[in-house]
């Protein structure tokens, strides 16, 4: 059932002493702003300091980023890795969700970890050094085994939240005692403070009544989360059709910070209230919303009543790519639009929910999110030189108009420097090409030999 492993090209490196030199750097730190001309010092792993003409330590390695914006590496807050392998396939097949219902029951470990190296390897060629990996097809313990490996060996930052198999029955609770020997285990894992742990959570389920999960189910299974002390989350409100899901689960009393609702394209004035008044995140993911016809984004509204907001891919079945320039670009102007004002959302605002709001929605603000000495260093050097950039002027609005993936010259998580260059360090982005394509064929070719 598994398909071949793709191994690292180079391996990813160290984590020694690194400086960034003479970048305009956004820190995305309210106390610190913008430093023109600036450094960013690393150390283990750790930013050791943000400043101007910053003195090099023995044994240093010095990246120079003159006429280059530095900044923050990019939060995506909801992305369903292993389903990469299905890019391209939805409109010429049954749809987004019956394709995953359909191909998903004859993924084995080995192509959710090619679905999932694969996904990485263009995080980190786009400039996404934080992914929330809603990981909804885990079969077996070893399909969790095979998403952390791919994970760990990519060297992103990432909450890995453990889900049901596609196709689950709705009565049938998902496989609790596996996401309890997974907690128990965490600690003793590689990259313990690269990966943390959540749960991939039904609710009550969807608009298909077949999916709809009884609350006996449902109850045990955040209960399950919230006595082990991890982080939920939810899709809930994504069709106009599904529509109160969050007043469902305000009404269950299980709205709270610690889980975070997905897409709310048709949450009531109601809904947001609550969600607010509990604390509650949000993320959209506006290219899979408009895509799939779920609607548009309520980012004013849900800024507006104070609620944590965090953008993300989603699936690149539905969305194509993992271009987080363009999931920012198509933020700022959807509200502008539903706005009617230029300035509803600026493209500073936007960031941030790239950004620091991203991080501090997945509760990783203490690591990541901004260049704030003492935090883990994940951030990344826009070449600005390029002919869709050609000069810094507003470094905000650059990233959020004008930036593209292929901009992005140099990639470091947590202190490892991943891409540079413009070139991947780590991974060998055509061998897992190669390889994603060769599993996806065993995919279909068992799906064809399933009986039906
Ligand atoms: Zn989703």
């Given at each position: 059932m598994t398909s071949p492993e793709s191994g690292p090209?180079?391996?990813?490196g160290g984590r020694g002493s690194l400086l960034v030199r003479g970048g305009h750097v956004i820190t995305m730190d309210p106390a610190a702003g913008d430093i023109p001309g600036g450094d960013v010092l690393v150390s283990d792993g750790t930013i050791a300091a943000v400043g101007t003409g910053l003195a090099v330590p023995p044994g240093t390695r010095v990246l120079e980023a003159t006429g280059m914006i530095v900044a923050p590496g990019l939060v995506d807050t909801h992305w369903h890795l292993w389903n990469t392998l299905l890019r391209g396939m939805s409109e010429s097949g049954p749809g987004y969700f019956r394709l995953c219902r359909g191909l998903g029951p004859a993924f084995g470990p080995g192509d959710i970890y090619q679905g999932t190296l694969l996904a990485c390897a263009e995080a980190i060629s786009s400039g996404v050094t934080t992914v929330h990996d809603w990981c909804h097809n885990i079969r077996g313990p070893e399909y969790a085994e095979a998403g952390l490996r791919a994970l760990a060996q990519a060297g992103v930052r990432a909450r890995f939240s453990y889900g049901y198999p596609a196709a689950h029955r709705g009565d049938q609770a998902m496989d609790l005692a596996g996401l309890r020997r997974l907690h128990a285990e965490w600690d003793g894992r590689a990259a313990p403070g690269l990966l943390s742990l959540g749960l991939a959570w039904r609710g009550p389920g969807g608009s298909d009544p077949a999916m709809r999960v009884p609350a006996a189910i449902y109850r045990r299974e955040i209960g399950t989360a919230r006595e082990l002390g991890i982080p939920v989350t939810v899709h809930a409100c994504g069709p106009r059709s599904a529509a109160g899901q969050i007043g469902v689960l305000a009404s269950a009393g299980l709205l709270g910070p610690d889980l975070q609702v997905v897409h709310?394209?048709?949450?009531?004035e109601a809904e947001i209230g609550q969600l607010a008044a509990a604390g509650g995140p949000v993320t959209i993911s506006p290219w899979s919303e408009i895509l799939v016809g779920y609607g548009l984004p309520r980012t004013a509204e849900l800024l507006a009543a104070g609620i944590p907001v965090g953008l993300s891919v989603d699936t690149t079945a539905l969305t194509g790519n993992a271009d987080m320039f363009a999931i920012m670009k198509l933020t700022q102007g959807l509200a502008n639009a539903a706005a009617e004002d230029?300035?509803?959302?600026t493209a500073r605002r936007t960031l941030a929910l790239a950004t620091i709001d991203g991080a501090r929605s997945l509760g990783l603000a203490d690591l990541t999110g901004s260049l704030t000495p003492g935090k883990r260093a994940d951030l990344i050097v826009v070449s600005a030189p390029d002919p869709n950039l050609g000069m810094v002027t507003d470094p905000a609005q650059l990233l959020v108009t004008a930036a593209q993936?292929?901009?992005?010259?140099t990639v470091i998580a947590d202190g490892r420097v991943l891409k540079e260059g413009g070139v991947l360090t780590a991974l060998d982005a055509a061998r897992i090409g190669r390889d994603a394509r060769r599993a996806l064929d065993g995919v279909i070719a068992r799906s064809w030999s399933a009986p039906r």
């Open positions: 090209a180079a391996g990813a709310a394209n048709w949450a009531t230029e300035f509803a959302l993936p292929g901009n992005v010259d």
